[in-house]
């Protein structure tokens, strides 16, 4: 496809790809029926690429490939060290092509490109991090005296179905194929329709790193085709899903008659609770980067701040002042904070929040379209305070750069309001009481909490929401412990 002219402030990258493909037992491959859809770049929603779009025949290819590599190939086979080999040869290789990969990633979702190399460079990690760990891996081994002696065969399990969503679609892919391919796994993935960019050059990468052919197989394509197939594959014993609770829910339904194993990391409403006796202008900071950086898209993000009165007029002002100061811009930017919504249909959903917003609270920031920008998918930080705890804003994952500011009284109210949706993935807490911040961190109903502390990640921790934010933990032996089957030997003395 030709790619269109360059609106006004819009970057291309030289030598983006003509179409993009399938890959599927080490060769590039169209649809079987042809098929394909429009991929957009959300700063002139203009159609830049047409990706194959993967149906069921294209899962069943992928799923056979995957399936072979595993039950003939030699990866399930070679020893960690050697795998590791590989694993580090392909971080080797993501972090030599950062800004490549950045580059791309930006132009594709959005997201402003100093963020967006953190993310190449995360993903270069997750890789590096999964090949050290296998090679350190033990497992178990009991012995009943002069009776038996019991110890842990772990296996890979097999074609893992892997699902991701486009907020950092390069960075969550890695998390996924990690640990999936370090245990000896082979792998189908089908990542998100709307940023297919990054996904695409995975194969090269794991071809010139060395991987063995049909170990990763990629299909393009939409959730409800693709994905729906891959999560319905009988030969695919796993899914890793990352995504929205609503997508999480139907996963789980169509897994069941099939006893797959899922590890679903979902949506999140995540709250950060800032008591008086916080630094306040710490905390300010960290508040504003925790729910505008990524452009707000981040599962993670704290998008409810809860203040406790003393402090709520200081903080509310001091925050709508520094929200306002946050540099909206063009994804290619180096000074962009906040780039472009990832599509046109989710820039209307968070825009329609904001109109929401303005019934629901007091608006002291952003509020619309930043000015400047009249087209593409721009929104200004935006920052509604005084919200009840009923509010849609308060309750419902709105994924961009808007935010709640709630006042509390006392560590009692600040739990109940921490506590009070139907997500639980993260929780950022503000305040100098050693007792108070274990108390309500240990009281917050929340996968992951973060004390007087960015959301910054240790790669050897559970990563995992708990009620509608997810099922399951990943991170550390987690990871390992989901992609391999634990099997136990016993033997009489
Ligand atoms: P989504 O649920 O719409 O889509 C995620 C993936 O699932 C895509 O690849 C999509 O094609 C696929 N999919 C959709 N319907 C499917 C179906 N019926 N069967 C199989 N696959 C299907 O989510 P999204 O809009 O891409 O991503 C945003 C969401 O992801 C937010 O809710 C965010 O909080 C969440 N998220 C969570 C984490 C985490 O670690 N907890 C991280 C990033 C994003």
């Given amino acids: ?115 967006a190399l953190g993310q190449a460079r995360r993903a270069a990690e997750n890789f590096r991090f999964f090949a050290d760990l296998i090679v350190a891996q033990s497992d178990d081994t009991y012995k009943v005296p002069g009776r038996q002696i019991n110890y842990v065969n772990r296996k890979p399990i097999g074609v893992a179905g892997l699902i991701t969503p486009w907020n950092t679609p390069f960075m969550l892919e890695s998390w996924k194929l990690g640990p999936a391919l370090a245990t000896g796994n082979t792998v189908v993935l089908k990542p998100a329709e709307f940023t297919p960019l990054s996904a695409s050059l995975w194969a090269g990468i794991f071809e010139e790193a060395g991987l ?20 319905k594959h009988p030969d695919v014993p796993l899914i890793s899903f990352t995504g929205e609770s609503s997508t999480g829910r139907l996963i789980f339904g169509n897994a069941a008659p099939f006893l797959k194993g899922l590890s679903m990391e979902l949506g999140g409403k995540s709250p950060a609770v800032v008591f008086a006796d916080a630094d306040v202008d710490a905390a300010v900071d960290a508040t504003i980067f925790g729910v505008f950086s990524l452009n707000g898209e981040r599962c993670t993000a704290g998008s409810r701040i809860l203040v406790e009165r003393a402090i709520y007029d200081e903080f509310v002002d001091k925050y709508a002042a520094q929200a306002a100061r946050v540099r909206v811009g063009y994804p290619h930017d180096p000074a962009t904070e906040v780039g472009a919504l990832v599509h046109p249909e989710h820039f209307e959903k968070v825009m329609s929040y904001v109109e929401i917003g303005k019934t629901e609270g007091r608006l002291v920031a952003g509020g619309g379209r930043p000015e400047g920008f009249e087209t593409g998918n721009f929104v200004a930080p935006t920052v509604f305070a005084d919200v009840p705890a009923d509010a849609r804003i308060f309750q419902e994952e709105i994924f961009g750069p808007v935010v709640a500011i709630t006042p509390f009284e006392g560590d009692d109210e600040a739990v109940a309001l921490a506590n009070d949706t139907k997500y639980g993935l993260a929780a950022y807490i503000w305040t100098n009481d050693l007792k108070r911040a274990h108390n309500v961190s240990q009281a917050i109903e929340a996968g992951m909490v973060w004390l007087n502390s960015n959301n910054v990640r240790d790669l050897r921790t559970p990563f995992g929401g708990v009620k509608a934010s997810g099922l399951g933990h990943e991170g550390g032996y987690r990871s390992i412990d989901f992609y391999t089957d634990q099997q136990a030997v016993h033997i009489t003395l």
């Fill in 1 to 115: 496809a030709a790619v269109p002219e360059p609106a006004a402030g819009r970057h291309v990258p030289a030598d983006l790809p003509s179409r993009i493909q399938h890959y599927i037992g080490g060769a590039f491959v169209d649809s079987a029926d042809g098929g394909t859809f429009d991929v957009l770049e959300p700063v002139s929603n203009e159609v830049y690429v047409q990706a194959a779009a993967g149906k069921k025949a294209d899962i069943d290819r992928a799923v056979t490939a995957a399936k072979h590599a595993f039950d003939e190939g030699p990866w399930p086979r070679m020893l960690p060290r050697d795998r590791s080999r590989v694993l580090h040869r392909i971080a080797d290789i993501v972090e030599s092509r950062d800004a490549r990969l950045a580059e791309l990633e930006s132009f594709d979702s959005g997201l402003p490109i100093t963020q």
């Fill in 212 to 231: 063995p052919e049909g170990v990763f197989n990629l299909v393009n394509g939409l959730g409800e085709e693709a994905g729906d197939a891959l999560v």
